[in-house]
């Protein structure tokens, strides 16, 4: 089992301050992906990185991918309310073709 | 359409009730997944089903029975379950099913007394 890891596992901040978030692991993923969840929700996808080394923008959040693809970082800048949800990181291993690990999350709250 | 829909939002059952829960997607997909959810905890993997076959069963308990009668439909059959099942069931759906996109279903959320 290729074990996902994030950090914090909660995240609390002000309207308009910036956090960032972590996803660590020991082994190798072909891709990473992130998705936010929302109470009463299912996740939704944010971004998928593929490449070492890649940074992928969308609109404030900031998305890195490690160059040995073992870890990956999402920043996020001027966080509003929005913002507010549980950010996963989800990948699947190369032994593990179909199953899509997902990390305990980081629960962020966004106050005005 | 980009919807995965799922059905009933909201269940309640016995130990000894026998329900199903609904999953639908017309996006072409043909990977199909059902995850459990505990509060505050990840999504963890239960059935896998790839062109209508299942793939992927991560040693889930006999009283989860899954079923794909097309590939635009996904059902989990429930029975005599355990209050600790109680939990948010999500669907999913995918293009193919490996490293791709998931679509997630909003959930049922289950609780059994």
């Known amino acids: 089992t290729q074990l996902l890891e994030q950090s914090p596992q909660f995240l609390s901040i002000q309207e308009g301050e910036n956090l960032t978030v972590y996803c660590n692991s020991s082994s190798v993923f072909s891709s990473l992906q992130w998705y936010r969840q929302e109470p009463g929700e299912g996740p939704v996808l944010l971004v998928t990185?593929?490449?070492?080394?890649e940074v992928k923008k969308l609109k404030r959040l900031t998305f890195q991918f490690g160059d040995a693809r073992k870890d990956s970082s999402l920043h996020i800048t001027a966080a509003q309310p929005g913002d507010t949800g549980l950010y996963l990181c989800a990948g699947e291993g190369s032994d593990s073709w179909g199953k899509l690990q997902f990390g305990a999350g980081t629960q962020v709250v966004v106050t005005p | 359409d980009t919807e995965v829909t799922q059905t009933p939002k909201h269940l309640v059952m016995g130990m000894t009730n026998k329900k199903s829960l609904k999953c639908e997607q017309h996006?072409?997909?043909?990977?199909m997944y059902w995850y459990k959810q505990k509060a505050k905890k990840p999504p963890e993997l239960m059935f896998v089903?790839?062109?209508?076959?299942?793939?992927i069963n991560e040693s889930v308990p006999s009283r989860f029975s899954p079923e794909c009668p097309n590939s635009s439909l996904l059902n989990l059959h429930l029975h005599a379950l355990q209050p600790e099942d109680s939990a948010l069931y999500l669907c999913?759906?995918?293009?193919?099913?490996?490293?791709?996109?998931?679509?997630f279903g909003s959930g049922t959320q289950l609780s059994v007394l």
């Open positions: 990185v593929v490449t070492g080394g």
């Open positions: 089903y790839s062109y209508e076959k299942l793939s």
């Open positions: 996006m072409g997909h043909r990977a």
């Open positions: 999913a759906s995918s293009l193919q099913g490996s490293g791709e996109k998931l679509f």
